[in-house]
């Protein structure tokens, strides 16, 4: 069981190029999500899913697109990437636990867009 | 829109104290509050959550309360050791999906041996 997978760990763009970042969970949770993490601005939203062929927008969602191919895998791509995109980005998932519906985070991909 | 405030952004304490971690949320219709956990490089690990109709949760040398009509929850840490240094981030569910999570933006907590 390895809860939640992201790749790549790191990334170096050049602005204007695209990438996609990849995460899988094997917990069978409905939910997944996509964060970003800046110093001073703690974590927000980026875009969610509440389930298999379904996505939100979240706080942040311009210069990205996400897919949510099946109920295990929920991609993250930046189009055309900009020095602003330079970040650490999470993805989580969430299920039922005997306190209430808890989010698993993965390790994150540092993101450097120069 | 809910804002969740963590106080303080930072704390150095030598080793075997008790401590308090302190997180406030300006709107109290909540679902539930929760406390993650985030080493160095490393993703967040749930610590604890409470629903919000519970007052406090433990887990080991942790307990975790809530106050929904102040705002506020408070994470203590009995015995703190080396090994409890990491940034400590409060989040509050407000429901509605999407946008329901706001996180605060952490207490990093160094223990001094």
């Known amino acids: 069981n390895a809860g939640v997978t992201q790749t790549p760990k790191f990334q170096v763009l050049k602005t204007g190029q695209s990438m996609t970042l990849q995460c899988a969970q094997d917990m069978n949770h409905n939910s997944m999500y996509w964060y970003r993490q800046d110093p001073g601005m703690g974590l927000r939203l980026i875009y969610y899913?509440?389930?298999?062929?379904?996505?939100d927008k979240g706080e942040v969602p311009n210069g990205y697109n996400v897919s949510r191919l099946n109920k295990r895998e929920f991609s993250l791509r930046l189009e055309s990437a900009a020095p602003s995109q330079t970040s650490v980005y999470f993805c989580?998932?969430?299920?039922?636990?005997?306190?209430?519906?808890?989010?698993?985070f993965g390790p994150g991909t540092r993101l450097l867009v120069l | 829109k809910q804002e969740v405030t963590q106080i303080p952004a930072a704390l150095s304490v030598p080793e075997g104290e008790n401590l308090v971690l302190n997180c406030s949320f300006t709107?109290?219709?909540?679902?539930?509050l929760q406390w993650f956990r985030q080493d160095p490089g490393k993703g967040l690990t749930s610590l604890l959550l409470i629903q919000s109709s519970q007052r406090e949760q433990t887990s080991g040398r942790l307990n975790a309360s809530l106050d929904k009509s102040s705002g506020r929850s408070t994470l203590y840490i009995a015995a703190s050791q080396p090994g409890d240094s990491a940034t400590y981030l409060c989040a509050a569910y407000s429901g509605g999906g999407a946008d329901g999570l706001t996180f605060g933006k952490g207490t990093h907590l160094i223990i001094q041996p």
């Open positions: 709107d109290s219709a909540i679902y539930n």
């Open positions: 989580a998932s969430s299920g039922v636990t005997s306190g209430g519906e808890t989010q698993y």
């Open positions: 899913s509440a389930s298999e062929g379904t996505t």
